[in-house]
């Protein structure tokens, strides 16, 4: 079964620096979450999107932006990166259309940012 | 207080026992309930989710839930190295776009 496709896969960056992370999620799926997991931490959540908009919003700093396109996949800008924001980069899908609690969220293999 | 606590563990189990582990929450909205598994350096990956008080079993697994206790755990049979790794248990609330609000997770070792 497909899954959901994160790229880069690992993404070395200096400090100030900008990046950009891919999210494409599971076919069929309309809503992507992104979130953040440091060393020995839990994942945090950052942001979400249902249909393109944003439906939530969590922990993500204002020097990040994101945004879902027509085809649903989602991209994570990051700018001016710092050294704390070094860490696991996961996107996650779900389906909204089947009952709206309990829609499981499938995660991405995961990004991993360094910056230096 | 965090919203959503695990012990940390280590969990140490010897090969085909029962590993127990559980999870307490904060929020009494809390309306789903999640446990992920993830090795070191990997994504989460979905083992069973759970939503009516009592238990659901899927395989080796069994998830227990009691919402009057705030309490939710997750029970693996036959306990195999290959299931050693840390457990997230996450929650959700009412809606279906709610984020997930995790734990620390619960490393597990089990041993051959």
């Known amino acids: 079964a497909a899954g959901v496709i994160q790229s880069p896969r690992h993404l070395i960056k200096e400090k100030r620096e900008t990046a950009t992370l891919k999210c494409y999620p599971i076919p069929r799926h309309d809503t992507v979450y992104w979130y953040q997991q440091g060393p020995g931490q839990d994942p945090q959540f950052l942001i979400s999107?249902?249909?393109?908009?944003?439906?939530d919003k969590g922990s993500i700093p204002d020097r990040f932006s994101a945004q879902q396109f027509s085809d649903y996949h989602s991209e994570l800008n990051m700018s001016s990166l710092e050294l704390g924001d070094s860490a696991l980069y996961f996107c996650?899908?779900?389906?909204?259309?089947?009952?709206?609690?309990?829609?499981?969220?499938?995660f991405g293999p995961g990004t991993r940012l360094t910056v230096l | 207080q965090k919203e959503v606590e695990q012990n940390s563990g280590p969990l140490s189990v010897p090969e085909g026992a029962i590993a127990s582990l559980n999870c307490t929450y904060s929020d009494r909205g809390s309306q789903s309930f999640f446990w992920y598994r993830q090795y070191s350096g990997k994504s989460p990956e979905l083992i069973m989710f759970i939503y009516s008080n009592g238990d659901k079993e899927d395989g080796r697994f069994t998830a227990q839930l009691n919402k009057a206790s705030q309490y939710v755990s997750l029970l693996i049979r036959d306990s195999q190295p290959s299931d050693s790794a840390t457990y997230l248990c996450?929650?959700?609330?009412?809606?279906?776009?709610?984020?997930?609000?995790f734990g620390t997770g619960t490393r597990l070792l089990v041993s051959p």
């Open positions: 996650a899908s779900s389906a909204t259309g089947v009952p709206s609690s309990y829609n499981e969220q499938f």
């Open positions: 999107f249902y249909e393109k908009m944003q439906s």
């Open positions: 996450a929650v959700k609330g009412e809606t279906g776009f709610q984020k997930l609000v």
